[in-house]
């Protein structure tokens, strides 16, 4: 079974610059989620979709990040423009979303904000 | 509030001594914790889970416990060995399905 597919590995931008990322979930995976995860810290949660429909961007900071997932299937975020404070792994995530709570994740991008 | 508790942040054992890690969460509606190894530059990987109808859970040298009604579950890993050097993250689940992570506890394990 392909896992949770994420690119670009590694992304190194200038402060208010934009940048993509791409994510692409097990395939019949209805749940998606991104995380941030800075150095030394956990994951966190900053949007979940469930098909192409957000269930949770709470955390989501909404001036400078976006996420869609238009098909339900792959998704991308995007940041503009990006602060230093936003280097971080970016990880996504996905699950079945038929009451299998496992997440999978995939590799992350790894962005660096000069 | 949504908040998961992880201690502590860095453990030291030798190998072959038993390792335990501790996370409490707050939200009492919290019905699944999961348990992720993260070794350096990868991503996260589950290794053990519990659901909030069982009160512990094994899986060869790593177990898990729950107790519900001080909101507080821990990794027990036994018979460590030099491989299980990592970063644990434990997590618990909202009713919402949201998974929110604790810090993370760094584990070395000296040969």
């Known amino acids: 079974e392909a896992g949770v597919a994420q690119s670009p590995r590694y992304k190194i931008i200038e402060k208010r610059q934009s940048v993509a990322f791409w994510c692409n979930p097990i395939?019949?995976?209805?749940?998606l989620y991104w995380y941030q995860q800075i150095l030394g810290q956990g994951p966190k949660l900053l949007i979940q979709?469930?098909?192409?429909?957000?269930?949770?961007d709470s955390q989501l900071p909404k001036d400078r990040f976006s996420a869609e997932r238009l098909k339900g299937v792959d998704s991308t975020l995007k940041i503009q423009p990006a602060k230093l404070e936003d280097s971080a792994v970016y990880l996504c995530?996905?699950?079945?979303?038929?009451?299998?709570?496992?997440?999978?994740f995939g590799s992350g991008t790894q962005l660096s904000v000069l | 509030g949504e908040n998961v508790e992880q201690h502590p942040s860095t453990l030291s054992v030798q190998e072959g001594d038993s390792a335990v890690i501790k996370c409490t969460y707050s939200?009492?509606?919290?019905?699944?914790f999961p348990w992720y190894k993260q070794e350096l530059g990868k991503r996260p990987q589950l290794i053990i889970d519990?659901?909030?109808?069982?009160g512990e859970k094994k899986d060869q040298r790593i177990a898990v416990t729950l107790n519900k009604t001080a909101k507080h579950f821990s990794l027990h890993i036994t018979e460590t060995q030099p491989e299980d050097s990592a970063v644990y993250f434990c997590?618990?689940?909202?009713?919402?399905?949201?998974?929110?992570f604790g810090q993370g506890t760094e584990l070395s394990v000296k040969p």
């Open positions: 395939s019949g995976h209805a749940t």
């Open positions: 939200d009492s509606a919290s019905n699944y």
């Open positions: 519990i659901r909030s109808n069982v």
């Open positions: 979709f469930q098909n192409n429909g957000v269930v949770d």
């Open positions: 995530a996905s699950s079945s979303g038929q009451g299998h709570e496992k997440l999978f």
């Open positions: 997590a618990a689940r909202l009713m919402g399905g949201k998974l929110i």
